[in-house]
């Protein structure tokens, strides 16, 4: 059963901002907040990769190629995760996905970030 629905991708222009969401409507709050989860994206041809995660200490990591462009964030009462992606770039384009960093759950459907001039 998918637990995870994203939403808030587009189309943005390069050097543009996209904010994502990730909400996690089946759980309970006591089953959200001890998660560990992440923002992952897949493009065409290419394998799904991690690109932000946080931690239920709310620590934060990201790829070296991405620090300073992307933030993760999370409230627990919302049941909610966001990636905030500035200065957005072609190659950003992929759907993404946010899921748990171990034993992913089924994936959901994701959300579509293209960017193009």
């Known amino acids: 059963q998918v637990q995870f629905v994203e939403s808030g991708g587009g189309l943005a222009q390069p050097g543009g901002s996209l904010r994502l969401t990730c909400k996690a409507p089946r759980m309970i709050f006591s089953t959200f907040a001890p998660l560990d989860l992440g923002w992952y994206r897949q493009a065409p041809g290419k394998e799904r990769e991690l690109v932000a995660q946080i931690h239920n200490d709310r620590t934060t990591n990201y790829p070296d190629s991405l620090k300073g462009r992307f933030t993760i964030s999370r409230d627990n009462s919302r049941k909610t995760v966001w990636l905030q992606m500035n200065n957005l770039k072609p190659e950003d384009t992929a759907v993404y996905y946010c899921?748990?960093?171990?034993?992913?759950?089924?994936w959901g459907q994701g959300t579509q970030v293209t960017v193009s001039s």
């Open positions: 899921n748990k960093l171990r034993a992913p759950d089924v």
